[in-house]
T-cell receptor, first 113, second 112 residues
């Protein structure tokens, strides 16, 4: 069964450093998402991406964040200068068409020290 | 942001009985509703969904009911099994990008 994959599973970085989180969505899906879950809080939406552009972004997704689909398979989230409060589980999701079910990857645990 | 609420933090049910998880929402623009199951340190796993134009959807042991006038949906699991023990999230889809808005989750414990 096709699944969303994410790498790395755990990333530790120092405050101010850049990180790139990687995702491989399900191959025939057209919509791509990043969500995050800070420990003890809700899963919250960051950004949606469709037709090679951002379709919607949340208030959290400021200029420090960017997304890219550099080729036909990968979808990346870059945080340019990490802050302590960026520590969270980051989930990638994809959807074949909308509205429909989104399938989530296993997540990347980002720890900013 | 309290657009999707799951008011019960936890639920404990005996194996074989019915589990009913509830969810309320405030945004009438939500057009699709989903239930996800999640284990610690894993991503949410899709369970079942329902379009806003329907009031019931069934898939095996899982049934989702939608009451639009009350802005309420529920997930019924019958019969409940110990392997169903997990955190269950209600989510709703809205907007051009179909972003999901999640509830806080309900921890379900099924006792054998």
């Amino acid at each position: 069964e096709p699944e969303v994959t994410q790498t790395p599973s755990h990333q530790v970085t120092q405050m101010g450093q850049e990180v790139i989180l990687r995702c491989v969505p399900i191959s025939n899906h057209l919509y791509f998402y990043w969500y995050r879950q800070i420990l003890g809080q809700k899963v919250e939406f960051l950004v949606s991406f469709y037709n090679n552009e951002i379709s919607e972004k949340s208030e959290i997704f400021d200029d420090q964040f960017s997304v890219e689909r550099p080729d036909g398979s990968n979808f990346t989230l870059k945080i340019r200068s990490t802050k302590l409060e960026d520590s969270a589980m980051y989930f990638c999701a994809s959807m074949v068409e909308g509205p429909y079910e989104q399938y989530f990857g296993p997540g990347t645990r980002l720890t900013v020290t | 942001d309290q657009q999707v609420k799951q008011n019960s933090p936890s639920l404990s049910v005996q194996e074989g009985r019915i589990s009913i998880l509830n969810c309320d929402y405030t945004n009438s623009m939500f057009d699709y509703f989903l239930w996800y199951k999640k284990y610690p340190a894993e991503g949410p796993t899709f369970l079942i969904s329902i379009s806003s134009i329907k009031d019931k959807n069934e898939d095996g042991r899982f049934t989702v009911f939608l009451n639009k006038s009350a802005k309420h949906l529920s997930l019924h699991i019958v019969p409940s099994q110990p392997g169903d023990s997990a955190v269950y999230f209600c989510a709703a889809s809205v907007g051009y990008g179909n972003k999901l808005v999640f509830g806080a989750g309900t921890i379900l414990r099924v006792k054998s």
